[in-house]
């Protein structure tokens, strides 16, 4: 690895980004660098053991446990979910499996759910009512959903149109790996929690890593945030945590580089003990394409030609959280980076680090698109504006003969790849966004176009 290279690629993407702190790992001592600080006002240097949030990440622990389960013959992973959930009834669950939620194709359409999981941690640091300047459709008198019970009751009577009959098409869910977390814990017996460290924490040696915010100590790194409805967004310490103990199984795990580094072997070293060669093939199998090139598994992407060879990933990011884990099994690679704010480049400096361990320019891009003249037919059947009940607001529209879309208050050129297709540049990586029937997919979600357009 060129060191001094990739440094100079990685600190010209943090300082363009305003990231605090970043820790930028691979195993086997290949290479570890913390960038800035865990703690900027006290100046306080990011290490391998400095402690972050890491985010969805924690899906691909969620589809362990379940094959933990599977292997142990508590569950298969075709059981429909009711055979665990008898009292869910929201429209479509009858006929949706566990494989429908780990795969996100369960047809439940995104959902502002997460957000009253966190409305607790979000009051109390102001964050609320700043997703609801953003656009986020939330109700100031919804209660709270702090337990499971919550949880079932609110997906049961908000009332959602399905995208799609389950199996049919992607589009990520939060929900459903929070309705898998409960299923862990009916079918093993222990609290969610307890059952991700007693099976994997405690043999992986994962001794640094956790859920509870409660149990965080002065490695923690401080979070930051940035307020986009301000007159001049800047980054400011935000020292809430947000937390969701219904939805852990989403994605609330903290945890530090090194202890990502020996989860790292379970994918390097035939489940390293806690799963079969069997079950990790499983879980790394191409299930579902999302888009072109690019595949999900249980809990984890699979790239199957990074440069010839294959890459299983998975990103995170919530409120002072952006971290991204991969591993290349052919190199025998495990990554991690971890950061101390949202929508910091962590995909794009731990890719820069893996290629420059393989001898690649560090921002050159594995999966390519090319230019396309998109028709004016095209360019009035994408124009429009996209929504999620998560929360997501896209607006595409045509400005001096280009089109452009407007995401978190600000305005995007985009660059048009396909019939219906076009990319947009964002934290130092490229992300295609696909139209069809009248659907946006776009961040492995579908947004519906507004009706009035």
């Not at 109390?124 to 700043?130: H, K, N, P, V």
């Not at 100031?140 to 098409?169: A, K």
């Not at 994997?200 to 100590?217: A, E, H, T, V």
Request: glycine share 8%.
């Amino acid at each position: 690895m060129d060191k001094k290279a990739y440094e100079k690629f990685a600190e010209s993407l943090i300082n363009a980004h305003q990231t605090p702190g970043a820790m930028v790992a691979l195993n086997n001592q290949r290479y570890e660098k913390g960038f800035g600080y865990r703690d900027r006002e006290n100046e306080l240097l990011v290490t391998a053991d400095t402690i972050f949030g890491i985010g969805s990440i924690t899906k691909s622990m969620t589809c362990i446990a379940i094959l933990q389960l599977q292997e142990d013959g508590k569950l298969s992973v075709h059981d429909t979910i009711k055979t665990y959930l008898p009292e869910i009834t929201f429209k479509g669950s009858d006929d949706i499996t566990l494989h429908h939620l780990m795969t996100h194709t369960s047809g439940i359409s995104p959902l502002n759910t997460l957000f009253y999981a966190n409305k607790q941690s979000m009051e109390r640091d102001g964050s609320f009512d700043l997703q609801v300047k953003l656009g986020v459709p939330l109700d100031r008198e919804q209660d709270s959903i702090d337990t499971y019970d919550d949880l079932i009751n609110y997906l049961n009577t908000i009332q959602f149109v399905p995208l799609d009959r389950p199996g049919r098409s992607f589009s990520y869910s939060n929900d459903g790996y929070a309705l898998l977390g409960i299923i862990i814990e009916r079918v093993s017996g222990q609290s969610y929690e307890r059952y991700i460290e007693t099976n994997i924490f405690q043999p992986l040696g994962m001794k640094n890593s956790f859920f509870d915010p409660d149990r965080l100590d002065d490695r923690a790194a401080r979070l930051y945030s940035v307020d986009l409805t301000a007159e001049t967004p800047t980054v400011e310490h935000s020292p809430e945590w947000w937390d969701a103990p219904a939805m852990w199984a989403a994605g609330y795990v903290k945890s530090t580089a090194n202890d990502m580094l020996r989860f790292g072997d379970v994918f390097l070293n035939d489940g390293n003990g806690i799963l079969t060669l069997e079950s990790l093939e499983v879980l790394t199998s191409q299930h579902i394409e999302v888009e072109p090139g690019l595949h999900y598994g249980y809990g984890v992407i699979v790239i199957p030609d990074f440069f010839g060879t294959t890459l299983i990933e998975h990103g995170g990011g919530i409120k002072g959280v952006t971290a991204q884990f991969a591993v290349l099994p052919e190199r025998g690679i495990a990554a991690i980076c971890l950061t101390n704010i949202a929508g910091a480049p962590a995909e794009a400096l731990l890719n820069g680090a893996i290629q420059s361990e393989m001898d690649i320019e560090p921002d050159k891009k594995a999966i390519k698109y090319d230019d396309y003249a998109l028709t004016e037919a095209d360019r009035q059947a994408i124009i429009g504006t996209y929504k999620s009940n998560e929360g997501q607001t896209i607006k595409v529209y045509e400005k001096n003969a280009a089109i452009f879309v407007e995401y978190l208050e600000t305005e995007i050129p985009t660059r048009p790849v396909g019939r219906r297709a076009v990319t947009i540049a964002m934290h130092g990586t490229e992300y295609l966004l696909q139209f069809t029937d009248n659907r946006l997919h776009f961040g492995f979600r579908q947004l519906l176009k507004s009706e009035n357009e």
